[in-house]
């Protein structure tokens, strides 16, 4: 595997390489104890969006591994292929570095990206995929639930990013997913076939949150507005009308259900603030997570 751009162009044995690995180093520096495999590496990171979790965790990670990481920040590169195409910069990058994260508004930058580059390139999101965030989430569910054959995520809000990554994570590890979401916000029909295409029938959809909550292990949300979408905001509030993953609805999902958010989350909006710092919450755990997901992959992928 030289890229990691999404998690249906990986196998099933690679992806469970990587969830192991994240164990190990997890464990590894929770004791004190360091891998600097990555000493003398060094990591561009591309950024045509702000970000938080994404930048922090794996500035931290490369270091943490020994490596460094340079940041390029929107201003810095702009939107790539505008300023210059994208094919120049992985080529030039490819030079001076030996790996490319890139956190861009479109799937086909980063597919454009791997293929000039010689380096490995990280899709640390795109508006078609997000599998870092999606991978750190079944690291979480493997360690809260103790595995995650048979399992049933429900995803409730906008068909996006981070659901169809999910979608396509349920299917190489062999759960269940469903998807809720209001008329006109749905997942596309093409990528529920593609899960459906790994593991038959693991996926479906529905316009009906209370059902789709309904023996489900983990119930999952994000924001109903992302980056790129403020113009809709009001639009956007009043379709998802009911689409809250608070107490009303949590009442229909079992009581030991955990719940997900990738974060940032809107309180009062897609979540309430009370299942936020809820029991069931997976929340901060998740966000840890990417730190020791991001980890695994970049010593997966830069080591050698």
Same mark, same amino acid.
């Given at each position: 595997?030289?890229?990691? &751009?999404?998690?249906? #162009?990986?196998?099933? #044995? ?17 004791? +004190? @104890? ?11 990171? &591309? ?14 990670? =490369? ?8 940041? =390029? ?65 079944? &690291? ?7 595995? &995650? @054959? ?7 809000? #906008? ?8 979608? !396509?994570? /349920?299917?190489? !590890?062999?759960?269940?997913?469903? /998807? ?20 038959? +029938? ?28 403020? #113009? ?15 107490? @009303? ?8 259900? @955990?719940? =997900?958010?990738?974060?940032?989350? *809107? ?25 020791? !997901? ?5 010593? *997966?992928?830069?080591?050698?």
């Amino acid at each position: 595997m030289k890229s990691f &751009l999404s998690i249906l #162009d990986c196998t099933t #044995d690679q992806l469970n390489e990587l969830l192991v690995l994240s164990r190990e180093l997890k464990a590894l520096y929770k004791s +004190g @104890k360091r891998d600097v495999c990555l000493s003398g590496k060094v990591l561009a990171m &591309l950024f045509e969006k702000t970000s938080l979790r994404t930048r922090v965790s794996f500035q931290v990670a =490369m270091h943490d591994l020994g490596g460094m990481a340079i940041y =390029m920040k929107p201003e810095d590169i702009g939107v790539i292929g505008q300023r210059e195409p994208a094919k120049d910069m992985a080529r030039v990058f490819a030079r001076y570095v030996d790996g490319i994260m890139a956190r861009t508004f479109s799937h086909e930058t980063i597919v454009e990206l791997d293929q000039w580059a010689d380096v490995p390139v990280i899709n640390a999101l795109s508006d078609w995929s997000h599998p870092c965030q999606a991978m750190a989430d079944m &690291l979480t569910i493997s360690e809260q639930c103790g595995g &995650l @054959k048979g399992l049933k995520l429900a995803y409730i809000g #906008d068909g996006n990013n981070v659901a169809r990554s999910l979608a !396509f994570a /349920c299917a190489r !590890f062999n759960m269940k997913y469903v /998807c809720a979401s209001p008329k006109g916000y749905e997942l596309d029909e093409n990528s529920l076939n593609l899960a459906n295409s790994v593991t038959a +029938g693991c996926a479906a959809q529905t316009n009906d949150p209370c059902e789709a909550v309904k023996n489900a292990n983990v119930v999952y949300t994000d924001t109903w507005v992302s980056m790129g979408q403020e #113009d809709e905001k009001a639009e956007r509030i009043a379709a998802f009308e009911g689409f809250s993953v608070d107490e @009303k609805l949590m009442a229909n999902a079992p009581k030991d259900a @955990k719940v =997900m958010h990738c974060l940032p989350a *809107y309180r009062g909006y897609e979540i309430s603030d009370g299942v936020v710092e809820s029991e069931n919450s997976t929340i901060f755990d998740q966000a840890e997570n990417r730190l020791h !997901f991001q980890r695994a992959l970049l010593k *997966y992928l830069m080591a050698n």
